[in-house]
């Protein structure tokens, strides 16, 4: 199996619980091994090649909840001066952002 550790750098397993990098940005360091334990200990954490980075993709969820709230209010900003099917369009805007934003606060815990 291989593994990305926080550096980016790409581990694989090899015999004796140890894990060997295959792929780095630095190439003097491609084929150094060591104990899982230590690669744990200096570079760790590490995923699984494929497995999604969850707090990467939370700390992103967090702010485009951001983003979509800041888009929510200004929507409604715009609904409030306008009148008719603007008003209709500014205020599904709204709704739409805002519901959004609510369900990956939820998702987040924030």
């Known amino acids: 199996m291989k593994y990305i550790d926080r550096d980016g750098d790409t581990w694989a397993d090899i015999e004796g619980g140890k894990l060997r990098i295959v792929a780095s940005e630095t190439s003097y360091r491609i084929g150094l091994e060591e104990e899982r334990a230590e690669v744990e200990a200096l570079w760790g954490p590490l995923r699984p090649v494929g497995a999604?980075?969850?707090?990467?993709?939370?700390a992103i969820r967090a702010e485009l909840a951001v983003v979509l709230k800041e888009m929510a209010d200004e929507a409604h900003d715009n609904y409030r001066w306008a009148d008719g099917a603007e008003a209709s369009m500014h205020y599904r805007m709204y709704a739409a952002f805002d519901s959004k934003a609510r369900a990956l606060r939820a998702e987040v815990g924030a």
């Open 52 to 58: 999604p980075d969850t707090v990467t993709s939370r």
